[in-house]
């Protein structure tokens, strides 16, 4: 992404690298020859609020520093939280409940796609009207993770956690478990079998495509791809999964994000350039939009699509799955295809999580012990057909409930199995079971849901060059 800037601006960035706050942002470019400003220790959260006042959204809203009073707060976190009570309102709550940030060192692990867990996600399973709050599943396994070592997999029922029953009434006792570094499972495998395993928290590299494999409909061949994160390897694994698809003469993708939170918008674009078809080469893929100090300085772009890369000259559909997990680049992917693919494109699951607006990861007093990374909403991004503000999600065009008693691929799966049918035969079908778990949603299941969603949900825009 090329983009212009004034002398006048990066006297605006230079400033932040002299002040006794320190403010080293991923905006300047990064080289050995860059000269490096003596570094001074200076408060976080002063600096946290001098980059709120010059990149978010929403700066119009903010009031001064000697009104906001950042160094009255406890810490950086909490500056960020504050600021987002000056974003506009939507259904009475205000928009920004993005912005956050955190110690340098953990937004490199995950930049990189390094995570630091059992390297597995739990969710609570509901299938009717009742609660059945006593059946907690497994969503995903990291194979380089504690957990992929010990062959653990989706759809595997969690018993018990450190002696704890996995129920609902003790979600705060599990969440305690679930913080420590090491854990005793009991499981009871999908063939009944019971298993006590002991999963360690360890830093390892995530693959980000969980699973990808060819199903057989007769005349259509469907390349399956469960994509969970745009980080790390994400470009190589992707590529790799197409190759796959090519050699087998796929001719319909399902894309499964339904816990992709989102990450770096280079990798969407890479994943929308796969996907688009012939006659969207060279077309906007989409713009973005920041507040007016950065659109003076230039920062509006606008992205092309260059689908040189497309390995499917057969595809002809896109499904795509997703839930409330879906977010951020996930959705921007969703957004840029739909006004070339049209009725080609259909989105199964949940609702998704609703953010059309990223980051850039700017980091204050980079070198010192308290080096912090924010990512304060910066951008907003549109696609050709105009559309920008899904704050509440997009809509499934065909329900259907995320089946953690099954495996990703499995074409029994809900999800899948709604994506395979529409595929094939052109029809969209939603169950009374999709109806019940998606449309009707069990309070105490949701709410113990959400407090295992450690999930990060952002795009990341790729760093600014001047």
């Known amino acids: 992404m090329k983009s212009k800037r004034s002398p006048s601006f990066w006297i605006i960035i230079a400033a932040f690298l002299a002040l006794p706050i320190i403010v080293s942002t991923s905006c300047k470019k990064n080289s050995d020859s860059d000269p490096v400003p003596p570094v001074t220790a200076g408060d976080v959260r002063d600096s946290v609020y001098l980059v709120a006042e010059t990149f978010y959204l929403w700066v119009d809203n903010l009031p001064s520093e000697e009104v906001f009073k950042a160094t009255s707060l406890a810490g950086p976190d909490e500056v960020i939280e504050k600021v987002k009570t000056y974003s506009p309102l939507l259904n009475g709550k205000h928009i920004d409940h993005y912005s956050f ?101 360890s830093t390892y590299s995530a693959n980000t495509v969980i699973k990808s494999s060819v199903i057989d409909l007769g005349a259509k061949k469907v390349g399956y791809i469960m994509f969970n994160t745009f980080f790390g390897t994400a470009i190589q694994e992707i ?27 280079d990798i969407a674009e890479h994943f929308a350039n796969l996907l688009a078809p012939a006659a969207a080469k060279n077309k906007l893929m989409y713009s973005d939009q ?80 308290d080096a912090y990374t924010t990512l304060i909403v910066a951008v907003k991004s549109t696609n050709s057909a105009g559309t920008s503000d899904y704050f509440q999600g997009f809509t499934p065009d065909g329900l259907a409930k995320d089946d953690l008693t099954k495996d990703f691929g499995d074409s029994e799966e809900a999800s899948l199995k709604a ?17 019940e778990s998606v449309t009707r949603p069990s309070p105490i299941v949701e709410a113990a849901n959400a407090k295992f969603d450690r999930s990060f949900k952002g795009s990341i825009f790729k760093e600014k060059k001047h």
């Open 101 to 201: 940030g955190l110690p340098k060192a953990d937004y490199d692990n995950l930049a990189n796609g390094n995570e630091s867990d059992f390297g597995c996600g739990f969710k609570f399973n509901r299938i009717s009207s009742g609660d059945y709050s006593d059946d907690l599943r497994i969503t995903y396994v990291y194979k380089n993770s504690s957990a992929g070592a010990q062959n653990v997999a989706r759809g595997w029922r969690v018993m018990s956690i450190n002696g704890v029953a996995a129920n609902t009434d003790n979600i705060s006792a599990l969440n305690t478990a679930l913080n420590s570094n090491s854990i005793s499972v009991v499981f009871k495998t999908p063939a009944n079998a019971t298993k006590t395993l002991t999963l360690g928290s």
């Open 419 to 435: 994506a395979l049918g529409w595929i094939q035969n052109g029809v969209i079908s939603t169950s009374a079971a999709a109806t």
């Open 239 to 265: 590529s790799a999964a197409f190759d796959d698809f090519a050699s087998k003469n796929v001719t319909d993708v399902v894309v499964d994000l339904r816990y992709n939170g989102g990450g770096r918008v």
């Open 290 to 369: 920041h507040n007016a100090l950065l659109t003076n300085e230039g920062w509006n772009e606008s992205v092309k699509f260059d689908n040189s890369a497309q390995k499917l000259p057969l595809l002809s559909k896109v499904a795509f799955i997703g839930t409330s997990g879906t977010a951020s680049a996930s959705e921007l992917l969703i957004n840029v295809l739909k006004p070339y693919l049209g009725e080609n494109q259909k989105l199964f699951g949940a609702t998704t999580y609703g953010k059309p607006v990223g980051f850039y990861p700017i980091t204050i007093n980079r070198g010192l012990s």
